[in-house]
Nanobody, 121 residues
Framework: QVQLVESGGGLVQAGGSLRLSCTAS????????MGWYRQAPGKQRELVAT???????NYADSVKGRFTISRDNAKKTVYLQMNSLKPEDTAVYYC???????????????WGQGTQVTVSS
């Protein structure tokens, strides 16, 4: 089937930077939107940023100006560059992709397993 594998999480001090990567593999005809969501303890999962196959981006207000999303369509990979990190950015970050597996099938939502990002004060 389809798999999304994330990497790049970890522990960083406030003000530091991290870069997350997520690569899609498996039976893929095309990928529409890719993005990142996050979930902090006791909170609902929330959108961080998304990017279309054409490069249009969308960001949560809380990360605008600090995070940058990008993608490499040939590599089926999406990135999230996170700068000026704050303790409130601490969460499990999940990769998301809307993937069409066959030209004749409807696209479906796929999720990665999540990667922990911890920002210490």
């Amino acid at each position: 089937q389809v798999q999304l594998v994330e990497s790049g999480g970890g522990l960083v001090q406030a003000g530091g930077s991290l870069r997350l990567s997520c690569t899609a593999s498996g039976n893929i005809f095309s990928i529409n939107v890719m993005g990142w969501y996050r979930q902090a303890p006791g909170k609902q999962r929330e959108l961080v940023a998304t990017i279309t196959s054409g490069g249009s981006t969308n960001y949560a207000d809380s990360v605008k100006g600090r995070f940058t999303i990008s993608r490499d369509n040939a590599k089926k990979t999406v990135y999230l560059q996170m700068n000026s990190l704050k303790p409130e950015d601490t969460a499990v970050y999940y990769c998301y992709a809307n993937i069409r597996q066959r030209f004749y099938t409807e696209p479906g939502d796929c999720w990665g397993q999540g990667t922990q990002v911890t920002v210490s004060s």
